[in-house]
């Protein structure tokens, strides 16, 4: 499932404001013992930022870097304007997005979009003999299938809760022994009644705000409502007032229209994604997939491309990371848990169609069909392939409940080539990791800006969206930058730069997230650091200097 930090959790959050009058307060932080920190010896901490902290997330803050801009994102732009104003990328490094696909037209995506030289375009013949026929941009692992059954998908869980009552969505699926189907049947009751919750709180929201927007648009005599003008709004009756009061609630909470249109989309999908009769895969389909890279909802995936590599356009802040890359298209994610045997096949098929880095910002918490995708991981490492993958969004603990696809094979060895990224914030000092971040000391390598990233969307726009989904491809645009400058460094001499440069915060005291409780920030992750592309240039330059 695309790792996506939704508008749900505002919804939650305005929930709980609602059916409480107390305020949570943070317990003071325990002492902790530098030995907490097993990656060696404790590293000073990082200096604050030299600028004063800004109270607002900067445009484009996933290039800034404390030194100059005092916010802790990668310094790129630093590095291009103090390291790299003498040099020119000298190769176009291939980057497969897999996701739920890309919009192909996009003007800030569409010069930067990988192009196979081997096929012909729309001519229904398989010109490289590569067994896809017409795949230009990339292919789409995804069956193209009918409406709404080309757009969602089951969760795993719920694929394998069927199974053990043998219904549709289980189908293929061998039947689990009793203890884990008990287990599913569990998770699965969780789930459902989250997902139950979710929609009552969303038809009740939406409720209020249409509610209070009609009783105002009355008493104020306009349409166009904004919290300028209800906040000055002076109500002269009690109606009027109770609905100014929760109209300014809900637009302090962000909770507007768009945002409530998204929940209610993510209400739909979860109704599809808890199905237990939903079987997409039982329609009539080509197994093999098809040429359709965009498919019927390619927001998360034109997001996470433009963060790699969009090219800039009059009037807007998004510029990818990466100034000279091909973005190679590989849809593999639906609208709920993509499936394993796709994920396998889009690796593979990056693997073999020359992208050195691959970005999987998705995940789930079940994979059967884990041998597959360990199988098609080592094989992109043995090509010398870099794997970025987002943690999740769940606030949890990697190194306690996996998230997959992992870094960690199911023999016990560890994937040669990977990298896992959770959220930083904008945010200095405790609130440096994002909230929703999941975390690891032995899973998670290193943070990287992930929280309101202004990035491309569908149709030619731009929008903010947060989520360790936007955190992953900035450190590929990274590595992509990194090997586009430095064409004698492989990719896996870029993951080693990329680890053993990043910014030390070991012992800068910050939350857990997911929790009210304060830990080291070298707890979260295996080199307690941040991403710093300056720091990852000047190691580049030194090693890619000619020996005496």
């Known amino acids: 499932m695309a790792i996506r930090h939704t508008s749900v959790v505002l919804l ?3 929930v709980g404001a609602c059916s409480t009058a107390t305020t949570a307060t943070r317990p003071a932080p325990e002492p902790v013992s530098p030995s907490a920190n097993t990656s060696g010896a404790a590293a000073p901490k990082t200096a604050a930022p030299t600028s004063a902290a800004p109270t607002s997330a900067p445009a484009a803050w996933q290039r800034l870097s404390p030194e100059r801009d005092g916010v802790y994102g990668t ?22 997005v897999i996701d739920g696909g890309v919009d192909t037209l996009h003007p800030q995506i569409a010069p930067v979009l990988w192009r196979n030289e081997r096929e012909i375009a729309g001519n229904g013949v398989d010109d490289d003999k590569n067994g896809f026929v017409d795949d230009v941009r990339g292919w789409s692992m995804i069956p193209a299938l009918p409406g709404d059954t080309g757009r969602y ?5 719920t694929r394998l809760y069927a199974a053990c009552r043998g219904l549709p969505a289980g189908r293929g699926l061998p039947r689990p022994g009793a203890a884990e189907c008990t287990e599913y049947q569990r998770a699965y009751g969780t789930k459902a009644a989250e997902g139950s919750q979710l929609a009552t709180q969303v038809t009740a929201i939406n409720g209020m705000l249409m509610n209070t927007t009609a009783q105002l648009r009355r008493a104020m005599g306009t349409e166009a409502l904004t919290p300028e003008k209800v906040r000055a709004f002076t109500p002269a009756t009690r109606a009027d007032s109770n609905a100014k009061t929760m109209w300014v609630r809900l637009a302090d909470a962000g909770i507007d229209s768009s945002m409530l249109a998204q929940a209610t989309n993510q209400v739909t999908g979860t109704r599809w994604q808890l199905d237990t009769l939903f079987d997409p895969r039982s329609l009539p389909h080509d197994p093999q997939g098809s040429a359709d890279v965009k498919g019927p909802d390619a927001t998360h995936g034109t997001h996470v491309a433009g963060i790699i590599g969009a ?4 009037g807007s802040d998004v510029r990818g990371i990466a100034p000279m890359v091909a973005i190679m298209a590989l849809r ?4 709920g848990d993509e499936r394993d045997a796709e994920v396998a096949r889009a690796i593979r098929y990056a693997a073999d169609n020359g992208a050195q880095v691959i970005n999987m910002s998705f995940g789930k918490g079940y994979s059967p069909g884990k041998a597959a995708v360990d199988s098609a991981v080592r094989y992109a490492s043995q090509k010398g392939v870099l794997l970025v993958h987002a943690a999740g969004n769940d606030g949890a603990d990697n190194d306690a409940v996996p998230s997959f696809p992992s870094r960690r094979l199911a023999d016990g060895e560890e994937a040669a080539m990977w990298l896992e990224i959770g959220a930083s914030s904008w ?9 929703f971040s999941n975390y690891g000391q032995r899973m998670v390598d290193l943070f990287a800006p992930g929280v309101d990233i202004n990035s491309t969307v569908p149709g030619g726009g731009v929008e903010e969206n947060s989520g360790t989904s936007m955190a992953a491809p900035v450190v590929s645009g990274v590595a992509a930058l990194l090997l586009s400058y430095f064409p004698s460094l492989t990719p896996e001499q870029v ?3 990329i680890v053993e440069t990043a910014r030390p915060m070991r012992d800068l005291s910050v939350n857990q997230p997911g929790s009210e409780t304060q830990v080291p920030f070298g707890t979260l992750s295996r080199t307690g650091g941040v991403i710093d592309a300056y720091a990852a240039v000047k190691r580049a330059i030194e090693l890619s200097r000619p020996l005496p």
């Open 311 to 314: 090219v800039a356009a009059g």
């Open 75 to 96: 310094g790129v732009d630093r590095a291009l304007a103090e390291l790299l104003a003498d040099r020119r990328p000298s190769r176009r490094v291939v980057v497969a």
């Open 153 to 157: 998908d089951t969760m795993e869980l």
């Open 495 to 497: 993951k080693g730069i």
């Open 332 to 335: 593999a994610v639906p609208d």
């Open 12 to 14: 939650a959050a305005f």
């Open 427 to 435: 945010k200095s000092g405790a609130d440096l990791p994002a909230e």
